[in-house]
């Protein structure tokens, strides 16, 4: 435990939704939810104005429809909230050379081996200062955890949500723990809390009374003596930098079980071809290609076709999926298909392109990611989606799209042969809605937006951050003793 809260932890508000009111100016204070619209689908994000309707994330979408129908459902933009990740890992990266991001949206930081902070004043200055920069340069909002370990401050920012910062004074873990439910704690799930509370313990400090031998007998020597030490405020794991990404895949969950061997090829091709070209926006090649085929009674297969050196050729990795498709059994139908590729490096090695079949050549371009299944290839296949099928797929909602006339938009709805669009930009007012065929030749699907701000006068940020360009008021600084 160190002596100084020179820990920092990032966690930015209702990620994905916040980004999505960001850029639709129509959507700004109205509830949002984002993740998969199917009957299949999981809520990823939901905005705090539909949490108030009981939605969050990893509910079933349809349960969500039913508390809160009259809010705005998007499938997720992931270029979008990469691009938006990377300008905050990007200010988070000037303050120490140890950030260790956790996901898209959240990160540790290190205060102490960047210089920036050594005691509580100056680490709730930068602590501030960053909640600012992150406002000015994205529009968004993020809470900032400061403690003296990754437990503490992680606990400290998520007391602070929304837009908040709480510091938590070293040395003051026990008292601020004590009270607090044993969920907080990492590594307790639901499984273990509930076997906690089966014997009598149902908070922190109640962990940190029952002692250490009891709760090693309750939950095992490596379990129970991590969690014994965790509630007595003592954690000494220390900020890892980020490390290269060891994959890159892509998975779809279908809306009904696929049966036809046709269609589960063309979708396992269609994958693949995203994937690759994930692969090639990271810059990246890889050596092993990667099946995940999770069947109708819920059974997941795994395969894998190792190559003789890195590829980042689309052929090449359609076709090494389809042999590894033609090894599994997918009697009684498929649920969910994924494509990966892992070995990454930085170079491809040309030759492989030797190995696709057929006369395909390695400058062929991946199908439409967006064309509906059975477009891309040359086998034939019967197309077994519907037009409803089709038109999601092709116009999925929340995506952008662009007008020849109107300008740039985003798809509201689509069905029955219309797809519905509304026509805004990020720091434009809400747009007006407007209806067009699927197939009007004036529109076209379109990459999202940029979110970015003006950086420019954060060019020597933390030196000086100008007081001026802080956004919106919110929750005062916390330093909770």
Known sequence: MRVAPTILHLDMDAFYASAEQAAKPSLRGKPVVVGGLGPRGVVATASYEARHFGVH???????????????????????????VSDQVMELLARLSPLVEPLSLDEAFVDLEAGGTADDAASALEIGEQLRRAIRAVTGLTGSVGLAGSKMLAKIASEEAKPNGLLLIEPGTERSLLAPMPVRILPGVGPATADHLRRAGMTTVDDLAEAGEDELVRLLGKAHGSALHRMAL??????????RDAKSVSVEDT????????????????????????????AGRSGRTVVLKVRRYDFSTLTRSET???PTDDPTVVREAAARLLEAVDTTGGVRLLGVGVTGLADYTQEDLFAQAAGEQTATEEPAEEGAPAGASGDLGAEDHETAEQRAARRWPAGHDVCHDTYGHGWVQGSGVGRVTVRFEEPESAPGRVRTFRIDDPELRTADPLPLVRDPADYSSWPASLPKSLSGPAGPDRESRP
């Open 233 to 242: 405020g003592h954690d000494d794991r220390p900020v890892v930098a980020e």
């Open 307 to 309: 190559l003789r050196g």
């Open 254 to 281: 279908f809306d009904a079980d696929l049966h036809d061997r046709v269609r589960i090829r063309t979708e396992v091709e269609r994958l693949a071809d995203r994937c690759v070209q994930r692969l090639r926006g």
């Open 57 to 83: 994330s990893a509910m079933p979408t349809a349960q969500a429809r039913r508390l809160a129908p009259n809010a705005a459902y998007l499938v997720p933009r992931f270029e979008l909230y990469r691009s």
